[in-house]
């Protein structure tokens, strides 16, 4: 971990140093990092099965704006949205960074997230987050906190929020 | 702590109970048949033991007048006629409730009627008064409310309970038991006590062996003298056995236990403790207990406070390990297989050795399906078990007579589907019974047999299983039907009378239409042929009549062996494909304009002078690519209910047998789907709902 700042300070007895600082950063949240249009954004690890490359999506007409379709995994028939229009953004075309991340709402249902692509996973000091101070309440109801974190803003979605609406 | 151990007594009783039903009614045709007579005796003393166990009073009260009765029955000294009967089928009907309530989660069991259990002990008194009876009811009765006071305090509301604690309560538990014996031995010897008011010896000079073969004796129906001579001093010397001064001998009482494992041969658990150090520990406790008896049921209930049971022992099956260890044997297979695949995968091994591979794999994963679904195979006897009773109480509330036939048992089909047929079957032998088999002197008048006959029977037909429920009772008149057909403006009468025979008979599968002349509260209630046609669709099967006027009915419902699997129509869009559930399909054909009218906005096609509406699917499954022309395309005509449609698709690819999945998030309410499935390519196909396919089109 690295948090600048308090390490200048106390640079000589460094081993000391780390558990202070474990001390003081806390629990921290593992998340997988992804992007949509220029943004990241974390989910819980906790909360992710798998993340997928984008195979043969089958679409279900009928069913709402947000979802692409179902997709067969292993045997079980998943339903897939596109998390863009989910979060009101403009649609892109899917290629070979676009990924899906399966997530457990609970032990029944899982759902597929298409997303742009996938970063990395990450443990977020659960310190670092903060609620949202915007009220743009309906894109924002998504998101359970931000987090400025090593130099970039991470948005923690909230995905038992998103699909509790939805049934 | 005891949610786990009610919730076994609970599937245990319940079986027990399933087979009691039949059992009872089974009697009432060969009431001295001794097998029977203690089968059923048994069955009453198990769910009472049970109960006694867990401190259900109201339970262990009805079974244990029950058995009382039956335990008479054996002996001779009662004969179980038809009024025995109706009393001991309510007694059944209660535990029978309540087994039901505590399954739904229900903890406090009302009191009984106590008109009922009078009723059981007039039985047990049979037609003899007699002066020596010693009140065995209430004795009996009482230990049991000893228990219901004494579990809540061994069994701490918190849950740690101690194995000595646990030992002491199944201890306590046989000690009961081997008092219900006593007191059957006792109710018995009441009997034989007139026969030998002074010939009993109340020393009871009597060794266990000889004790034991005697109780053997008396189990056996075994009426010699000697019996009954001991069972008398039995009477005397047990009810001490009981009492808290507890002089009965560890040896003595070991003799009584080993009489109860006879008759408990199947919970071998419950064997294991000593009984030795229990008879102290809970003997003391019976006076205490009495002097708040009244209060006792309730002190139970409000210091263990039981969470209802979440687990419904229907979501359980009880599968033969056998089937459980060939399903792990063929998992093993499965194992080696993609072991073997994996290797070859590394190796790069010759197009030969994969194909051996794959081969394997394909049996393995063949036999595997079929093991499993083994598993949730059920005999059809599990819903024709209660149709005796149903027919016997029917039959003797509208004074018929009515020999009831079951015939191919023992024919397995789905766990769901046997579930889901019990409601139509109801219906549809109520049916038969009510409006079918004429009254007696009616039968006779027609040159009929007095006692009508009805026929239930299951068999095996390929991959369906055929129901059919067979009177030979009057038979439906066609003429009638469609006379009440133009009555209830259901048709014209010129339509009407275009109607064939069996097109009449399926009129009463219509909603609105009940033929009954006056509507009686057996058929009438609730439940029309119209509710049970559309519980057959549901399940993919379907319904055929047959009737000559003056013979018969027989209705027959051909359902498939298995929910999981479905039959269909695979039709296609471009590249999506869609299956039609198969039972649903008519027929076939080319798409023909000029065989097409707008009716009201509507298109319909004319078919054999009939027009039906046409729904065209690319409307709503892929929207956007409106077609200029539908020639080439393809008609299939579906029913759905009473209702037929022609559903115009752009390719028909056969039929496949489907496996179906429920669809996923966000996707479980949008009408017109029933689910989706894997194609042999891989690809995902959608399987339609019809009736959401008509109602997207209609509305």
Known sequence: MQVSGSRGLVNNVSIMNDMDEEDFMGPSVRCVMFALENETYGIQVSKIREVLRVGQIRSVPGANRQVLGVINVRGVIVTVVDTRIMFDMMPKEIDDLSRIIIVELDDERTVGMLVDFVMEVKDIPEKKFEALSSTKDNASRHIQGIAHYQDSVIILVDVDTIFANHE | ?699
Request: charged share 25%; net charge negative.
């Open chain 2, 1 to 699: 702590m005891d949610e786990e151990i009610l919730s076994d007594f609970l599937v245990e009783a319940s079986e027990l109970v399933d087979q009691l039903n039949e059992q009872l009614v089974e009697l009432e045709q060969s009431p001295t048949d001794a097998d029977l007579l203690n089968a059923v005796f048994r069955g009453f003393h198990t769910v009472k033991g049970g109960a006694g166990f867990l401190g259900i009073t109201p339970l262990v009260e009805v079974c244990h007048r029950a058995e009382n009765v039956f335990d008479k029955i054996r002996n001779g000294d009662v004969s179980y006629d038809a009024v025995a009967a109706d009393v001991i089928l309510r007694a059944f009907d209660v535990i029978s409730d309540s087994i039901e309530a505590l399954n739904a989660g229900e903890r406090d069991l009302p009191e009984n009627d106590p008109q009922l259990l009078a009723e059981l002990d007039q039985l047990t008194k049979g037609t003899a008064a007699e002066p020596v009876l010693e009140q065995p009811v209430p004795q009996a009765a009482e230990p049991v409310k000893d228990v219901s006071l004494q579990l809540p305090e061994g069994v701490d509301p918190d849950g740690e309970i101690t194995d000595d604690e646990f030992e002491a309560l199944l201890n306590q538990r046989d000690f009961l038991l081997s008092d219900g014996d006593q007191s059957n031995a006792s109710s018995q010897s009441a009997d034989v006590s007139l026969v030998l008011p002074e010939g009993v010896d109340p020393d009871g000079d009597i060794t266990d062996d000889e004790f034991e073969a005697l109780l053997n004796q008396r189990d056996q129906l075994q009426q010699s003298p000697a019996a009954q001579a001991a069972s008398s001093t039995v009477e005397l010397k047990l009810p001490e056995g009981v009492d808290p001064d507890g002089e009965i001998t560890d040896d003595e009482f070991e003799a009584l236990l080993n009489q109860r494992d006879l008759m408990l041969h199947e919970d071998d658990a419950f064997e294991v403790p000593p009984v030795k150090s229990a008879q102290p520990a809970s003997a003391p406790a019976a006076p205490a207990a009495r002097a708040t008896q009244a209060a006792a049921p309730k002190s139970n209930s409000a210091s263990a406070p039981k969470p209802p049971a979440k687990s419904n022992p229907e979501s359980t099956v009880r599968v033969d390990t056998r089937r459980l260890d060939e399903i792990m044997n063929l998992v093993g297979e499965l194992v080696l297989v993609r072991n073997r695949l994996l290797t070859l995968r590394g190796s790069s091994g010759s197009s030969e050795e994969i194909s051996n591979a794959v081969g394997n794999l394909d049996h393995v994963t063949t036999d595997l399906q079929a093991s499993v679904m083994k598993t949730r195979m059920q005999p059809v006897k599990k819903v024709f078990g209660r149709f005796p009773r149903v027919v016997r109480d029917l039959a003797r509330k509208l004074g018929k007579k009515i020999d009831l036939e079951l015939k191919g048992e023992e024919t397995d089909l789905d766990k769901n589907l046997v579930e889901a047929l019990a409601d139509p079957l109801v219906h549809l032998v109520r049916n038969s019974v009510d409006h079918g088999v004429e009254m007696p002197q009616d039968r006779i008048a027609a040159g009929k047999p007095e006692t009508g006959q009805v026929i239930l029977a299951a068999e095996q037909e390929g991959d369906h299983i055929l129901l059919s429920i067979t009177d030979d009772g009057k038979g439906m008149d066609p003429d009638v039907l469609r006379r009440k057909a133009v009555e209830k403006g259901l048709m014209d009468e010129v339509a009407a009378n275009q109607l064939d025979d069996k097109s009449a008979f399926e009129l009463i599968l219509s909603a609105g239409f009940s033929t009954a002349e006056q509507i009686s509260d057996i058929s009438g209630r609730g439940v029309g042929m119209d509710v049970v046609k559309n519980m057959i669709t549901k399940l993919n099967g379907s319904i055929d009549i047959h009737s000559v006027l003056g013979q018969g009915t027989q209705i027959s419902i051909r359902v498939p062996l298995t929910l999981a699997i479905l039959p269909t129509l695979m039709v296609a869009f471009g590249e999506d494909s869609y299956a039609i559930p198969l039972t649903s399909v008519q027929e076939i054909f080319d798409y023909d304009a000029s065989k097409t009218n707008k009716i009201d906005g509507q298109r319909m096609v004319r078919l054999r002078d009939k027009s039906i509406p046409l729904f065209f699917l690319d409307e709503w499954l892929s929207p956007g690519s409106s077609k200029e022309s539908y020639d080439d395309d393809k008609v299939v005509i579906v029913s759905i209910g009473n209702q037929r449609a022609g559903l115009v698709v752009d390719q028909v690819n056969g039929q496949e047998e489907v496996v179906i999945k429920p669809l996923g998030v966000m996707l479980k309410k949008l009408s017109g789907y029933a689910g989706a499935t894997i194609t042999g390519n891989g690809n995902i196909a959608l399987i339609l709902d019809l009736p959401g396919v008509i109602q997207r089109f209609q509305y």
